[in-house]
């Protein structure tokens, strides 16, 4: 078994007869057929082989295979967006009057999914909190059919226990669904721990340089056929062109998240030093509430760190306007640091007491760390608070 650069680098798809050594851009729309007999056994999936790009292209196949290998999944999809594959998963594997649980903590478009778009459809979610398990027995009702986290979550970076994750879901029959965009397959392998569906929001670190959406859904053969089914009829498709810019990506996401964990862990010790800062938290920190839980799980802390500045919204504000080099937008998992104010962005429409179940105060800021040299970064964030004193 080779190691996790050398596959996501080698594995590739089938070479043309033109004998390219990196993959082409597929840029069609549908695929021809030698004759009528191949196309019926092709559309009654007795064989396999492109028809139509909307079900498969030769680009998102390649993307596909290569983070199914890096996640240690047997089957995926690549889906059009990051909540595209939040969606796809959630309403392929379950129907009118099933039940999710959920953690409290999860992206602010996820929750919204959960609370005002399922439920028009009879599908129903209760959050847990993690700081006690011991109560999400009480939270299992008889229809609830999927546990669905999201670790570290976005922004908070609470930690969810993996193995405790897998072991819950078997003793209750769930699906368990984890969505793993902050860590990457590069960190952290939820399939390892027992995740039926793995997702992602290729738009972050998979891609890492803020170009192009994409989504992904990866996990257990029988379940990603009927993944497959909702999502070649509803359309959610990923263009071949993203998913060739994707494919490529994988060959540098290792590289790239080794320098985003090392620049971050150094500028989360620098914020920690800092008396301006009220709290940091960051994943690898000893300080961080599950320290010991993300060394077990993940091989490294991950680019994100969040912090609140002491002064409330008015600080952070300056601070943020403050920023000369890092940018101020609501991606993140860029080459480039990026600033984020998640309750006036990201997590706007949630309301106050949600946003307080989750740990994001009015003061919080998120940073994704990119890969410029971690002294400049840490000269931009000292002159920011400087001039927002």
Request: charged content about 20%; some cysteine; proline content about 4%.
């Amino acid at each position: 078994m080779s190691h996790f650069e050398t596959d996501a680098i080698r594995i590739s798809a089938s070479k043309s007869n033109h004998k390219e050594h990196s993959a082409p851009l597929y840029l069609s729309s549908s695929f021809t057929f030698d004759s009528a007999e191949e196309a019926r056994q092709m559309f009654a999936e007795e064989i396999e082989g492109n028809i139509y790009s909307r079900y498969a292209n030769p680009n998102s196949s390649d993307l596909i295979q290569k983070v199914c290998a890096a996640e240690g999944t047997e089957d995926g999809i690549a889906t059009a967006s990051g909540m595209a594959a939040m969606f796809g998963s959630i309403a392929s594997l379950l129907q009118h009057g099933d039940h999710i649980l959920a953690s409290r903590s999860l992206f602010g478009s996820t929750h919204q999914l959960l609370t005002k778009v399922f439920p028009k459809w009879g599908i129903t979610s209760t959050y847990g909190d993690i700081s006690d398990f011991t109560n999400w027995e009480k939270l299992v009702k008889p229809n609830t059919k999927m546990l669905f986290i999201e670790t570290p979550s976005n922004p908070g970076l609470e930690i969810i226990d993996l193995e405790w994750a897998g072991k819950f879901a078997a003793a209750h029959n769930l699906i368990l669904v984890v969505d793993n965009c902050f860590a990457t397959p590069y960190l952290q392998q939820p399939a390892k721990w027992g995740a039926h569906i793995v997702t992602h929001s290729a738009t972050k670190y998979i891609d890492g340089q803020g170009r192009v959406l994409g989504g992904l859904i990866l996990g257990k053969k029988d379940l990603i056929k009927e993944v497959q089914f909702f999502t070649r009829h509803t359309g959610p498709s990923i263009s071949p062109f993203n998913a060739w810019i994707l494919a490529k990506s994988m060959e540098t996401l290792a590289v790239r998240m080794d320098r985003h964990c090392s620049n971050a862990l150094k500028v989360a010790e620098y914020f920690e030093a800092n008396k301006e800062i009220d709290f940091v938290k960051y994943p690898f920190l000893p300080s961080h509430p599950q320290y010991d839980l993300a060394k077990k799980q993940m091989s490294q802390g991950g680019g994100i760190i969040t912090l609140t500045l002491k002064g409330g919204i008015q600080r952070a504000q300056r601070f943020i306007d403050g920023l000369q080099m890092i940018s101020v937008t609501a991606n993140l998992g860029d080459s480039r640091s990026i600033i984020t104010h998640p309750a006036s962005t990201t997590h706007s429409k949630l309301s106050e007491e949600e946003r307080a179940n989750v740990g994001i105060t009015d003061g919080l800021v998120r940073l994704s760390v990119g890969l410029e040299h971690y002294e400049d970064i840490i000269q931009d964030v000292e002159r920011a608070l400087n001039f927002s004193k």
